[in-house]
């Protein structure tokens, strides 16, 4: 226990020496508590930030507009720690205006088409305030959108929040089933051998020689579109280099006296297994499990851009990709731009991270 626990802290503090993995670190650590708090940090707290303004559609950064808050009579809203995850219905309709005036019981507004139009609209206050009186910093607000508006009039800023939720779940969903079913293929593989690899290791090979992306294919039409079906069939698709890695380490573990020794004591063996053999692998599993993350936010944005990901109006990077890729060629093209970018940074971050664990896992080695 001394010894594992030296190997750690000797991990730990080669990781602190390496800046650019602790900036990933930090980076990855920050987008997990924005997927956690998405709706209490996205100025859009409807359900997926779906709210729609169709007049102010593929506005770039920085945009600001006035509008009127009209109250929907049938609305209702979440309540409760569920509105902090799921989002709240809206309970107003958001008109965007380019001024107003009082008129007796009616209010007069100029409703805001494009930048050169506007047309005159007429609200009874009654059916605006309830009764009240009219008061303009409750009934009428000005939204600044920091990163512009989609071509259905929505947040980008809050939708770019909120997707994140995806990509981080794909990741971490993906890994847990890959390192899950790899691990114990690969322990199984590399222990037992004779026929047992044989088998294991023929499926390895047929799971290898098909294409991923095609192999997901193939899950997601059998799963069928969903959250959680990509998930499970991106992580179903990731399973094989783990298999492959466990399965190489255990051969060579296998074979070294302190396991024969066990053997002689008369171990079973799974305590074999998983108290001597898998705490040897479990460095090179978390090299391989940082590397699966990074590439499962590429395979499920590939696929929210397909369109067989994440479906419509839950916001997905990949999803957004899609929505404005053929924005790219005009001054619009910062609406593709901003989650193409958010996935880079963030596979970019696993990436970092894992070769660091790499090197300092390498250098451990060669310090024995």
Same mark, same amino acid.
């Given at each position: 226990?001394?010894?594992?626990?030296?190997?750690?802290?000797?991990?730990?503090?080669?990781?602190?020496?390496?800046?650019?993995?602790?900036?990933?670190?930090?980076?990855?650590?920050?987008?997990?508590?924005?997927?956690?708090?998405?709706?209490?940090?996205?100025?859009?707290?409807?359900?997926?930030?779906?709210?729609?303004?169709?007049?102010?559609?593929?506005?770039?950064?920085?945009?600001?507009?006035?509008?009127?808050?009209?109250?929907?009579?049938?609305?209702?809203?979440?309540?409760?720690?569920?509105?902090?995850?799921?989002?709240?219905?809206?309970?107003?309709?958001?008109?965007?205006?380019?001024?107003?005036?009082?008129?007796?019981?009616?209010?007069?507004?100029?409703?805001?088409?494009?930048?050169?139009?506007?047309?005159?609209?007429?609200?009874?206050?009654?059916?605006?305030?309830?009764?009240?009186?009219?008061?303009?910093?409750?009934?009428?607000?000005?939204?600044?959108?920091?990163?512009?508006?989609?071509?259905?009039?929505?947040?980008?800023?809050?939708?770019?929040?909120?997707?994140?939720?995806?990509?981080?779940?794909?990741?971490?969903?993906?890994?847990?089933?890959?390192?899950?079913?790899?691990?114990?293929?690969?322990?199984?593989? #590399?222990?037992?051998?004779?026929?047992?690899?044989?088998? +294991?290791?023929?499926?390895?090979? *047929?799971?290898? @020689? &098909? $294409?991923? =992306?095609?192999?997901?294919?193939?899950?997601?039409?059998?799963?069928?579109?969903?959250?959680?079906?990509?998930?499970?069939?991106?992580?179903?698709?990731?399973?094989?280099?783990?298999?492959?890695?466990?399965?190489?380490?255990?051969?060579?573990?296998?074979?070294?006296?302190?396991?024969?020794?066990?053997?002689?004591?008369?171990?079973?063996?799974?305590?074999?297994?998983?108290?001597?053999?898998?705490?040897?692998?479990?460095?090179?599993?978390?090299?391989?499990?940082?590397?699966?993350?990074?590439?499962?936010?590429?395979?499920?944005?590939?696929?929210?851009?397909?369109?067989?990901?994440?479906?419509?109006?839950?916001?997905?990077? #990949?999803?957004?990709?899609?929505?404005?890729?053929?924005? +790219?060629?005009?001054?619009?093209? *910062?609406?593709? @731009? &901003? $989650?193409? =970018?958010?996935?880079?940074?963030?596979?970019?971050?696993?990436?970092?991270?894992?070769?660091?664990?790499?090197?300092?896992?390498?250098?451990?080695?060669?310090?024995?």
């Amino acid at each position: 226990m001394q010894a594992q626990a030296s190997y750690t802290k000797n991990l730990w503090l080669r990781i602190r020496k390496h800046k650019p993995a602790m900036t990933s670190a930090c980076f990855i650590a920050l987008t997990c508590i924005m997927a956690l708090c998405a709706y209490l940090l996205a100025p859009d707290h409807t359900p997926h930030a779906d709210r729609q303004t169709v007049e102010i559609q593929s506005q770039g950064p920085g945009y600001q507009q006035l509008f009127l808050r009209v109250p929907i009579s049938d609305s209702s809203s979440y309540q409760g720690i569920s509105a902090y995850w799921s989002g709240r219905r809206a309970t107003d309709r958001w008109v965007p205006i380019a001024g107003y005036s009082l008129k007796g019981d009616s209010l007069h507004i100029r409703q805001w088409v494009d930048e050169n139009t506007s047309i005159p609209v007429a609200y009874a206050l009654k059916s605006i305030t309830g009764g009240a009186a009219f008061n303009p910093e409750q009934h009428l607000a000005k939204r600044t959108y920091w990163l512009g508006t989609d071509l259905f009039g929505r947040d980008v800023l809050s939708r770019v929040i909120i997707g994140s939720r995806v990509s981080i779940s794909v990741g971490l969903v993906a890994v847990v089933i890959s390192v899950s079913l790899g691990l114990l293929l690969g322990m199984l593989a #590399g222990y037992y051998r004779g026929w047992v690899d044989a088998l +294991i290791s023929w499926l390895i090979n *047929v799971s290898w @020689s &098909i $294409p991923t =992306l095609l192999l997901v294919f193939a899950f997601t039409l059998a799963l069928g579109k969903g959250f959680w079906q990509v998930f499970v069939a991106v992580g179903l698709t990731m399973w094989v280099n783990v298999a492959r890695l466990v399965r190489g380490q255990v051969m060579a573990i296998r074979e070294m006296e302190y396991i024969q020794a066990a053997r002689v004591l008369g171990f079973s063996h799974a305590r074999i297994m998983w108290k001597h053999i898998l705490p040897n692998v479990s460095g090179p599993l978390m090299v391989v499990a940082a590397g699966n993350f990074a590439t499962a936010i590429m395979v499920e944005a590939g696929l929210s851009f397909l369109g067989l990901g994440v479906q419509p109006p839950q916001p997905s990077w #990949g999803g957004m990709i899609r929505e404005h890729y053929p924005y +790219i060629m005009t001054q619009h093209a *910062v609406l593709a @731009s &901003i $989650p193409g =970018l958010a996935i880079m940074l963030l596979v970019l971050a696993f990436n970092i991270l894992g070769n660091a664990l790499r090197d300092a896992m390498d250098a451990r080695e060669q310090g024995r």
